[in-house]
């Protein structure tokens, strides 16, 4: 009988059965029946951790292994009812295993593999690297997706259109739609760009070609007189005869044209603001330097200058939207060595040098109703005394549709009244340019100011100091103070654009 019960108890422990019989008398089979239902209670009491699969693979049947389980409950309720006197007793406080059905919702769906990596950490509609064609569960198609979560795509669009231009390059970077929708264009330009416009935001870019001081080359660099910072733009990839050349600058919308010769002829480069990259632009319709430029919004306007020793008298003007030249009506005097600006919505041209090497006093502005020039005589009486070829072109700027002008001999500010045609001085400007003639200095208006940027240093020993100063012209307003300090340079000013968008 001994041998019988340890066969017994040794097969109950491998099948994990008890079958316990109540007529049993002995007082060891029943200490050893109590042991075993606390073994199966104990068991049964532990929860199972449910398994999870995260692979479309189909899982296998667990029907034996339930049919199990069902066995061994049912084996406890048993021996939980002989403990507790017999078939009448109430049910133990074990819970059997959960069912079939139960099971099924215990575990989690099924998830495809390429899916599950992508759920860790990453935003609804966010683009994974390696995965662009996937969308994270639960969120709407990258197409379908808003600009901001959240807002609607017009206010977003208001959103983004207070950021600075020289933010849009890294946020092109945040994903996809961003990248196309700061880089799409409508039929007359950039949605941000239009929105800009219709909010009344301007941003304003100084655009300036230094001497190069510590560096071989010099660079293009902006600033930004608002917050006082500098910008380095790319590398211009022209060859080296471009590089080394007399060049010219003029801005159209967001575009820096700059004009020159390179090894295969006269060539404009252009370097767009809002993609912060240089390309090469359409060649000018007639071929100059030495002109006249001026900026209005879209568009940049070229008059006169000269082309294989000939003074012109053609002019045409830059759409920076179609990024086409277009002609405009011949001047009415052939100049070169002559000025530009933008006076009450008029595109000016003042002084210069004829054809006959002769000094020009007289101006004139395209009047874009009619399609013609007219005239203004002496408008520049300071030709007089100023022998174009070796003193720089006039040195103008317009603030308010105010004229202003630097006097290259002896370095005074002067106001220009146009009722009169006449110019009142105002007083000198912080920088000379006496011993350069001119050249090597910016004199440009910055919203409402007029910049003196770079010049002679005060010790007229040929020296240029590195320095930017403003003046407001306003009666309230004393003098000059200083902006700035022009980085890694000498301080004389190759080419300089303003950019106001």
């Known amino acids: 009988m001994e041998r019988q019960s340890e066969v017994r108890e ?48 189909p899982r296998r049947s667990n029907h034996k292994k339930k049919k199990g389980v069902k066995k061994d409950a049912a084996a406890a309720a048993a021996a939980q009812r002989s403990i507790s006197g017999g078939e009448g007793a109430e049910p133990s406080a074990v819970e059997p295993s959960p069912s079939p059905e139960a099971n099924r919702g215990v575990n989690p769906p099924v998830v495809d593999a390429s899916e599950s990596s992508t759920r860790a950490d990453v935003p609804d509609g966010a683009i994974v690297p390696g995965n662009e064609g ?11 997706a808003p600009l901001i979560p959240g807002l609607s795509d017009t206010l977003a669009l208001y959103i983004l259109a207070l950021v ?22 409508t039929g007359t330009g950039n949605e941000v760009l239009e929105m800009r416009k219709v909010l009344g935001v301007k941003e304003t870019w100084v655009f300036l070609l230094a001497s190069g001081g510590q560096q071989r080359h ?15 733009l790319p590398q211009c990839p022209c060859d080296y005869t471009f590089d ?7 801005v159209a919308g967001t575009q820096l044209l700059v004009t020159g010769h390179s090894a295969t002829g006269p060539t404009v480069w252009r370097y767009d603001l809002h993609t912060n990259e240089w390309g090469k632009a359409a060649k000018m319709i007639k071929n100059r330097c030495l002109f006249a430029s001026a900026s209005h919004g879209n568009y940049a306007y070229f008059a006169g200058g000269s082309a294989d020793g000939a003074v012109l008298k053609s002019a045409e003007r830059y759409n920076s939207h179609t990024e086409e030249w277009e002609p405009l009506p011949d001047l009415h005097v052939n100049r070169k060595w002559c000025s530009g ?41 300071a030709a007089r005394t100023q022998s174009p070829g070796q003193t720089a072109p006039p040195l103008v700027a317009v603030v ?15 106001s220009y009244h146009k009722g009169t045609n006449t110019w009142r001085p105002l007083g000198p400007v912080p920088s000379r340019s006496v011993d350069s003639s001119g050249w090597g200095m910016g004199f440009k208006a910055v ?10 240093s005060d010790r007229g020993n040929g020296t240029f100091c590195d320095q930017i100063h403003a003046w407001p012209p306003s009666p309230n307003v004393g003098g000059w103070r200083e902006v700035g300090q022009l980085p890694n340079t000498s301080g004389f000013i190759y080419n300089c654009a303003v950019m106001i968008i």
């Open 447 to 456: 919203r409402n100011e007029i910049f003196v940027i770079g010049g002679s």
């Open 10 to 57: 040794e097969k109950r422990s491998r099948t994990g059965k008890r079958r316990l019989s109540s007529s049993s008398s002995s007082s060891g089979t029943s200490s050893n029946a109590n042991v075993d239902v606390e073994m199966a209670t104990a068991t049964l009491s532990v929860p199972k951790e449910p398994s999870r699969s995260y692979s479309r693979t």
């Open 134 to 144: 996937a969308t994270v569960a639960g969120s709407p198609r990258e197409a379908d």
């Open 400 to 414: 308010k549709d105010q004229l202003y002008a630097a006097d290259a001999s002896t370095m005074e500010l002067n």
């Open 218 to 232: 010099p660079q293009w660099r902006a600033f930004d007189p608002v917050f006082n910072r500098w910008r380095c």
């Open 164 to 185: 600075p231009l020289s933010y849009h390059q890294p946020l092109k970077g945040v994903c996809r739609k961003w990248r196309r929708f700061l880089s799409s264009s």
């Open 341 to 381: 600006c933008i006076l009450d919505n008029k595109f000016f041209v003042i002084g210069g040098q004829g054809s006959e090497r002769q000094s020009l006093t007289s101006g004139e502005y395209y009047d874009e109703a009619e399609k013609r020039w007219v005239t203004v005589e002496n408008m520049w009486p």
């Open 244 to 250: 080394s050349c007399d060049k010219e600058s003029a």
